[in-house]
């Protein structure tokens, strides 16, 4: 069975500029969370999106956004791009909300 | 006060010894209680869940929540290579609401 797969495994972008990151969660898992992994600490929640509506949103700036679509695949946004938002950036999915919850790989995110 | 302190290592530990990994935390709401192991430049891996006190045993890994001490543990008996990676605790306080998450704690077993 695939796990949680996430698109693009790297990027690499300058201050100001815009990110669309993916994700696609374990089929049949209909929440998908998003975390921010910064180099020497733990995951940081971002948003928990569960049957297409967000369900949580942790301590981030206006700058951060994210949708879920019908087939419950994922996207995070940021906009204006600081050189503090370099890190790894996971997903990880459940089966509802409340559930145990499983990381894909992440997209490393480097600003410039 | 940090919620959830762990401390970073590294830690350093012979094959085959007993590994003892601890979190402790603040906010006595907290009822779930997770491990999850992370290999470089890979996303955690969920090794232990576990709801209020006491203890849960899977193959090699124990894991143990003392809520009264607010002190959470995971031991590894029989360590191998293999088990090299970070450690990272984590909890919640509702089945649904979000995970927070220790530093972890970067483990070596020397072969």
């Known amino acids: 069975d695939a796990g949680v797969t996430q698109s693009p495994t790297h990027l690499i972008k300058t201050r100001g500029q815009h990110v669309t990151l993916r994700c696609s969660p374990i089929?049949?898992?209909?929440?998908v969370s998003w975390y921010q992994q910064v180099l020497g600490q733990g995951p940081q929640f971002i948003f928990q999106?569960?049957?297409?509506?967000?369900?949580g949103r942790g301590n981030f700036p206006d700058r951060f956004s994210a949708r879920q679509f019908p087939n419950y695949s994922s996207e995070l946004n940021v906009n204006a791009l600081l050189l503090g938002d370099s890190a790894l950036y996971l997903c990880?999915?459940?089966?509802?909300?409340?559930?145990?919850?499983?990381f894909g790989p992440g997209t490393r995110l480097t600003v410039l | 006060q940090k919620e959830v302190e762990q401390d970073p290592g590294p830690l350093s530990v012979p094959e085959g010894a007993i590994v003892s990994l601890n979190c402790t935390y603040s906010?006595?709401?907290?009822?779930?209680f997770m491990w999850y192991r992370q290999y470089s430049r890979k996303g955690p891996e969920l090794l232990m869940y576990?709801?209020?006190?006491g203890n849960k045993e899977d193959g090699r890994f124990t894991a143990q929540v003392d809520k009264s001490s607010k002190y959470i543990s995971l031991f590894i008996r029989d360590s191998q290579p293999s088990d090299s990676a970070t450690y990272l605790c984590?909890?919640?306080?509702?089945?649904?609401?979000?995970?927070?998450f220790g530093k972890g704690t970067r483990l070596h077993i020397l072969p």
């Open positions: 990880a999915s459940s089966l509802v909300a409340s559930n145990e919850q499983f």
């Open positions: 089929s049949g898992h209909k929440s």
């Open positions: 999106y569960y049957e297409k509506e967000e369900r």
């Open positions: 984590a909890m919640r306080m509702n089945r649904d609401d979000k995970i927070i």
């Open positions: 906010n006595s709401a907290f009822q779930y």
């Open positions: 576990t709801y209020s006190s």
